[in-house]
């Protein structure tokens, strides 16, 4: 299984990409990780006739605090967030996260960006960045221009993201110790590819839940938050009664994906489930 | 067909230069150009891990990776294990414990291990097993691999 | 020193821990690349293959006078269809070869495969049992009738009475999913054209290295002498690679048309998705017990959905005919009926895979017995404990003799290691809390190291079965025993010089195994059906035996005593309470270089052959899951897997456990995890190990093995086979404890794979609230 031939770049600035993506960003692909794009190409799904290799742009991998936010680089792997990248509550949130990413060394190569830059309705990032409201820091020789999540994910492996652009950077909110986060997944084996996410992040006051993101990923065609459940937990002190009924809100507004794992109901059960469990998670530990 | 260009790196300490279409993986171009053939091909999607060697200490599946990626970079496999006619620790640990059957996915398996414990050789079980989740075996069920692993880790801290 | 029992570390192993092994396609440096245009649809006739000019294709109407794959069992029963090397006018399966390309590279053999067109007019493929069985289904094979390739039928005479007369019928259908043996290395080969000679080496990961040189010979009409076959390093078969393929033969076919090398190297979409596929199945069972639960009677109707075309040897009729004669297994069974069918349908073939029916028709008949069992007020162990053979020899109803085993006796073990009782306390307060703990139990007996009676009692026209093996001392001492029987990772080479070594008197390590040369083997049939050791192993003590006579012939000369009081032992000849003897090294120069002197070995020199042909022998185990199901997502995590086996005589008890663990781990995924899957228009949608579960390390369970011996007659060497036993046994276990644990909501296991989302439906179609 061998990709059909391509031409090859390897830029070492962000201009030089640019002006790359501008010439070859309608047929070309970026090659950051590669642990999506390569398998595709050797299924010779994907054939971009060129490559742009973005790996040797040093000024893209950092991670790094400003402004209240986490600003991750296109080249910041995975692995980087296998460890504490941050304080508050994303300090143990993102290493959690990060170990369900595939697998060690998929996640020594695949990077945070490529993640979003993908859309895969399974990506763990991807949900964060949905249930968050990341902004995602977008150029090309146009100009610089940022997007939300919901301006940014159509589909499955769809975005707004324009042949000639490239994802630099994504900025996430950083959240104090008031906030009370979960996460779960459900997969057939380790390290496949979630068949549904949940992501819970409670910001409480006084013992009460003051803000609450829920967010489902990998059950849908993108992932989003479910407004709904959010309400029903608003001003609650987030007891078993209301997650519960939270998560069932979740599976019933979902509208679910169907494939060979999973039938839609089933994708129903699972994020009743695990919206559940990450629910769970913020409230007891 | 694109035009071959010269890479340039190390693998097993030695200086390499090879010629090679960018489409070329790494791991064909390891088992290929540079007759390193310990390294298997088990799917090319990046699953089953046969393909795994270190890329500048990190694990990565070669499959997934073109050789022009590899450019001055520290490449080692499986063939540069073993010291002269000494085996290192893991392929002795191996040897011992049953930890291989056809062993075809051996040489993944080992270069794994290798990276886990450079990156962590006080690793627990549970930790360990998670780890080597990351690799298939079709014919020894695992138990002699994760024994063969912890065999070795703790003769590698001695 | 005695090395028979002892687990020494694999003489196989430094070559492959070092990434020196050689397998097909570590050989293809500088190969020419072949690859195949495959069918895009399922069903079809083929209008036109078109390629540009520039892009030589090989079609069937360019392989000339190549006969087809036509494998025959001598019962009308059975109707032979032939397989085209590459497809003719129709194509039966997506995934078929139609032509092939070759090009200096893999990559730029792919590029040319994609430039080449084939026009087909498209027919609506029969994919399940129930379409090929439709009444007016289109025909896959227009001889075969109702797409049926054998329907084969048994029946005792008083099986209906014994319905009639029973207290409890029990009965339910059985599914089992197919099933891909997904060895790590795929198939491949290496055709090697030799102009000095004419002679073609095929380097082939294959489990039968004679057999693929006389199917290769037969298609392409050429005598064996001309072709080598050599499996060299084979990265696991599990018996997929048991079988001649057109691949192969286009194979040698190109080495010698265009004189040189030719590689074909298999990738794992081909693997996954055109290579052969096992164990799709659907039975229906009914079990007659009397009112404490013995069994009078059972009735089986098997059907086994074989794919397009019979595979070589074993033919299509492997799975069905194998359910029909074991059926009843480790249990008694006075009456029994049964019909058995392979049928044909627009999918990819199927060969036998490591245990071939018996993890099937073992998960049904366990089920049977749990499902009595509750019916009945029994516990699970004391209805096997009334059913299971306890006197050996036992001849089955259907006439397949049991040599003595432990098949109550490991069942009674396991019982104790698995301390049921105190599960069953545990499991009661689990409940209360909202957690679902099983377990579950299989019994059961595998047939290893079948002979030609076997074989021929299947009407085989090929009967494979005996084993022959050549052993020859050298001028220095060191002996080569040539074998026909070929590893694929099981340590044969090491387990034979264990048995040899004991036999006559040296070291293993001055012993050495060669396998899977024709040019340099003695006819065998490869490795299958958990044959090798006893096979090859008795034929090894018996040529070991003969050869040991002969050095205490030399050794009688030499020390001027009588062979009777000459022992052999580390590698030293010498007379028996004396200090006189001889080295091993020395004898053997004396034997070449001084042969007039030993007239006793004029005939045969220092080497002698031995064959063994056995009927076969059982090895049997109990297998014990504990599980605990999440009823919110019907995630199975299995908690403990206990196995009490008995092999016989343990060769090498290491080798002995990693057979073991091989096969629970591909039982625990026939179970819960592997299964492929076809859409209506007959594509594959499993055609990746993304979506073709194989499981990792995480899934499987620390196994705990016990071993109990039961020494036989039946196995010259005392060992049973026990390749196939931990993947007969575990999906069985693993369902009735599913079962067990999802009792209190009435629902039981009678699939496999049972997948998460099932449970929940079962659940729900039960009546219960999950959440």
């Known amino acids: 299984m061998k990709p059909v031939s391509f031409r090859y770049f390897a830029p070492r600035t962000v201009d030089d990409a640019l002006d790359l993506l501008a010439t070859h960003g309608e047929e070309g692909k970026i090659l950051a990780g590669g642990q999506s794009l390569v398998p595709a190409m050797n299924f010779r799904l994907a054939r971009p006739t060129s490559l742009i290799d973005i790996n040797r742009i040093d000024a893209l991998d950092y991670v790094r605090e400003g402004g209240g936010e986490l600003r991750i680089g296109a080249l910041a792997r995975h692995a980087r967030f296998e460890a504490p990248v941050t304080g508050g509550a994303l300090s143990a949130l993102l290493p959690?996260?990060?170990?369900?990413?595939?697998?060690?060394p998929i996640r020594s190569r695949g990077t945070f960006c490529g993640s979003i830059a993908h859309a895969d309705p399974a990506s763990e990032w991807c949900l964060l960045a949905a249930t968050l409201d990341a902004e995602l820091v977008v150029v090309s020789r146009r100009g610089q221009r940022s997007l939300r999540p919901n301006e940014y994910f159509i589909t499955a492996l769809t975005t707004t993201l324009e042949p000639d652009e490239l994802l630099t950077e994504i900025r996430l909110p950083l959240l104090d110790d008031n906030w009370r986060t979960g996460f779960s997944e459900f997969s057939r084996r380790a390290g496949d590819f979630a068949l549904a996410m949940g992501a819970a992040f409670l910001r409480f006051e006084d013992g009460r839940i003051v803000e609450a993101r829920i967010g489902v990923g990998g059950a849908t065609d993108r992932p989003s938050r479910i407004?709904?459940?959010?309400?029903?937990?608003?001003?609650?002190?987030?007891?078993?009664?209301?997650?519960?009924?939270?998560?069932?809100?979740?599976?019933?507004t979902i509208d679910p994906l169907e494939d060979i794992h999973s039938s839609a109901p089933y994708r129903r059960d699972l994020v009743r489930a695990m919206v559940g469990r990450a629910l769970d998670q913020a409230l007891t530990r | 067909m694109s035009e071959r260009q010269n890479v340039t790196f190390t693998v097993n300490g030695e200086k390499r230069v090879i010629r090679v279409e960018p489409r070329r993986s790494l791991a064909d171009a390891l088992r290929e150009d540079c007759g390193l053939t310990g390294t298997h091909l088990g799917c090319e999607h990046g699953v089953c891990g046969a393909c795994t060697v270190l890329l500048d200490d990190q694990p990565v599946r070669s499959c997934l990776m073109f050789a022009v990626q590899a450019e001055g970079t520290r490449v080692r496999t499986v063939e540069g294990l073993a010291d002269g006619d000494k085996l290192h620790p893991l392929q002795q640990a191996f040897w011992d414990h049953h930890g291989l059957q056809c062993g075809f996915c051996t040489p993944g398996f080992l270069m794994l291990a290798v990276s886990i414990l450079e990156l962590d050789p006080d690793i627990a079980e549970p930790e360990l097993r998670e780890a080597l989740s990351s690799n298939l075996c079709r014919c020894t069920g695992y138990q002699n691999i994760l024994k063969s692993v912890l065999a070795a880790a703790a003769e590698m801290r001695k | 020193m005695r090395w028979v029992g002892r687990p020494l570390p694999r003489y196989e192993d430094p070559v492959l821990l070092q990434g020196r092994g050689r397998y097909a396609a570590d050989l293809a440096q500088g190969a020419r690349i072949l690859r195949f245009v495959r069918s895009p649809v399922a069903r079809g006739r083929i209008l036109a293959v078109n390629a540009p000019p520039e892009v030589p294709i090989v079609t069937v109407a360019v392989l000339g006078d190549v006969k087809p794959i036509c494998p025959r069992l001598d019962r009308p029963d059975y109707v032979a269809v032939a397989q085209p090397i590459l497809a003719r006018d129709r194509v039966t399966y997506v995934g078929e070869p139609i032509a092939a390309v070759i090009a200096d590279t893999a990559a730029e053999a792919e590029d040319l495969a994609e430039q080449v067109t084939v026009e087909i007019e498209a027919e609506t493929p029969v994919v399940t049992l129930d379409q090929a069985l439709a009444p007016g289904a289109p025909l896959v094979h227009d001889m075969a009738a109702e797409n049926t390739l054998i329907d084969a039928r048994f029946e005792t005479s008083d099986v209906a009475a014994a319905f009639s007369a029973a207290h409890q019928v029990v009965e339910f259908t059985f599914t089992s999913g197919r099933q891909a043996a997904a060895p790590l290395e795929a198939r491949g080969a290496v055709a090697a054209f030799d102009p000095a000679t004419g002679r073609v080496t095929l380097s082939a990961s294959t489990q039968m290295p004679h057999l693929l040189r006389t199917g290769i010979a037969d298609a392409l009409g050429i005598p064996e002498s001309e072709l080598r076959v050599i499996a060299p390093e084979v990265g696991g078969g599990f018996g997929q690679k048991m079988a001649l393929i057109p691949e192969y033969v286009v194979a040698v076919w190109a080495a010698r048309h265009f004189a040189c090398t030719v590689a074909w190297i298999e990738d794992r979409l081909e693997n996954l998705t055109a290579s052969f596929h096992a164990r799709d199945q659907r039975l229906h069972l009914r079990g007659a017990f009397d009112a404490d639960g013995r069994l009078l009677a059972i009735d089986t109707d098997v059907l086994c959905n074989v794919g397009a075309y019979s595979n070589f040897p074993a033919t299509c009729g492997v799975e069905p005919l194998m359910a029909l004669a074991d059926m009843p297994g480790p249990y008694q069974v006075p009456e029994y009926g049964a019909r058995a069918r392979g049928v044909a349908s627009n999918t990819c073939p199927m060969a036998p895979y490591r245990g071939v029916s018996r993890p099937v028709i073992t998960a049904a008949m366990e089920r049977l017995m749990d499902c009595a069992a509750a019916r009945l007020g029994l516990d699970a162990l004391e209805i096997r404990r009334r059913n299971v053979i306890t006197e050996f020899p036992h001849t089955s109803v259907t006439g397949v003799v049991h040599d003595p085993g432990s098949y109550r006796e490991a069942m009674e073990a396991a019982a104790r290691v698995v301390d049921f009782a105190q599960f069953r306390a545990r499991q009661q307060k689990a409940r209360a809390d909202g957690r679902w703990l099983g377990l579950g139990m299989s019994v059961f007996a595998e047939r290893t190291g079948p002979g030609t009676p076997t074989f021929a009692a299947r009407r085989m026209v090929i009967t494979p079965g005996f084993e022959r093996v050549e052993l020859v001392m050298d001028p220095s001492g060191f002996l080569e025993a040539r074998i026909g029987s070929s590893p694929h990772g099981q340590g044969l080479k090491t387990t034979l010089a264990q048995l040899i070594a004991d036999e006559i008197g040296v070291a293993p390590d001055e012993i050495r195994v060669i396998a899977g040369d024709t040019d340099r083997c003695p006819y065998g049939w490869g490795t299958f059906a958990s044959r090798s050791l006893v096979i090859a192993g008795g034929a090894c003590k018996l040529a070991a035996a003969t050869l040991r006579e002969r050095l205490q012939a030399v050794a009688s000369q030499i020390l001027e005593a009588a062979a009777s009081d000459i022992e052999i032992s580390d590698g030293r000849a010498f007379v028996r309470g004396t200090d006189l003897g001889v080295e091993m090294r020395q004898l053997a120069r004396a034997a070449y270089h001084q042969s007039h002197r030993f007239p006793a070995i004029a005939e045969t020199g220092l080497s002698a052959v031995g064959t063994y042909d056995p009927y076969g022998t059982f090895s049997n185990a109990c297998h014990?899951?504990?599980?605990?199901?999440?009823?919110?997502?019907?995630?199975?995590?299995?908690?403990?897997?206990?196995?009490?086996?008995?092999?016989?005589?343990l060769i090498n008890p290491m080798i002995v456990e990693g057979q073991i663990h091989g096969g629970v781990a591909q039982g625990i995924a026939n179970a819960l995890y592997e299964k492929v899957v076809y859409d209506d228009g007959g594509n594959i949608s499993t055609g990746s190990l993304a979506d073709y579960l194989v499981p990792t390390m995480a899934e499987i369970p620390k196994l705990e093995i016990h071993h109990l011996e039961t020494l036989t007659e039946a196995s010259v060497t005392g060992a049973k086979g026990v390749g196939e036993g931990g993947t007969i046994g575990a999906p069985a276990a693993v369902l009735n404890a599913v079962s067990d644990a999802l009792a209190p909501f009435g629902v039981g296991i009678f699939e496999m794979p049972i997948t998460p989302q099932r449970i929940l439906q079962l659940l729900r179609e039960a009546g219960c609230e999950t959440q």
């Open chain 1, 96 to 104: 959690q996260v990060a170990r369900h990413i595939g697998h060690l």
């Open chain 3, 624 to 649: 014990v899951a504990i599980v605990a199901v999440d009823i919110a997502t019907g995630q199975v995590e299995i908690e403990r897997f206990v196995v009490v086996e008995d092999a016989g005589r």
């Open chain 1, 227 to 252: 407004a709904a459940a959010e309400t029903v937990l608003t001003g609650t002190d987030g007891g078993p009664g209301v997650r519960h009924a939270a998560g069932n809100i979740a599976a019933e």
